[in-house]
């Protein structure tokens, strides 16, 4: 079946670091991918999406790039800020493969310290 | 702006007891699902419906029950709680089943302990 692999945390980065965290999928077909993240104590939020092969999400200064050949969506910030530790989710959706319901990785706990 | 609400927001139950988890949503959406969020598992789809009357199960339905009487209200039921529902449970929603432009909109999760 479908699934999402990223990388295992925590990861913690000082301030103005460069964040990759790596995201790799397994699905038949053509998936859209996303990340999402979770603040403390709260829900999820979309963070960014891309919907076909070589299409870049951006959000908020964080970036991803689908790429298809490597089936990966890593997330990328220049420079991380405090204010962006929380936990980040990679997860695919595939109408084809789990009748479009997301699928999620496991999570990457970022913390950033001043 | 209430988007999705869930109540309660912290709960503990002894083992065996039945509980029901609410979940409402005020956005017309046709599409609800349960998530149930354990450390080191990420989230797992319990049961989702793509509209009232409708529902199917997810990746860990077991032990679990839902309905959808209106487009609103999503509830998950417990009718038998065991330890290894202690977890943290997400309601989200979409505007509709398909269409990759509809994210996901989560409440802010339930808190089950169970003794």
């Known amino acids: 079946g479908d699934s999402v692999t990223q990388m295992e945390g925590p990861v913690t980065l000082s301030e103005e670091a460069f964040l990759t965290i790596n995201c790799t999928y397994t699905?038949?077909?053509?998936?859209?991918l996303f990340w999402y993240v979770q603040y403390p104590g709260e829900g999820l939020q979309l963070l960014l999406k891309a919907t076909k092969a070589d299409d870049k999400g951006s959000n908020k200064g964080f970036e991803a790039t689908y790429r298809k050949e490597t089936t990966s969506f890593h997330l990328e910030k220049g420079s991380v800020q405090v204010s962006d530790s929380a936990v980040y989710f990679c997860a695919l959706r595939n109408y084809g493969g789990s009748q479009g319901n997301l699928i999620f990785g496991k999570g990457t706990k970022l913390s950033v310290k001043p | 702006n209430a988007g999705v609400t869930q109540t309660p927001k912290f709960q503990v139950l002894k083992t065996g007891q039945s509980m029901t988890l609410q979940c409402a949503q005020d956005m017309n959406h046709e599409y609800m699902s349960w998530y149930r969020q354990d450390p080191g598992m990420g989230l797992r789809l319990i049961h989702y419906s793509v509209g009232a009357g409708i529902t199917d199960q997810g990746e860990v339905p077991n032990g679990y029950n839902v309905s959808r009487s209106t487009t609103e209200d999503f509830p998950l039921r417990l009718l038998s709680a065991a330890p290894s529902q202690t977890s943290v449970y997400f309601c989200?929603?979409?505007?509709?089943?398909?269409?990759?432009?509809?994210?996901?909109?989560f409440g802010n999760g339930t808190r089950l302990t169970v003794t």
């Open positions: 989200a929603s979409k505007a509709t089943p398909t269409g990759t432009n509809s994210p996901l909109h």
């Open positions: 699905a038949t077909g053509y998936p859209s």
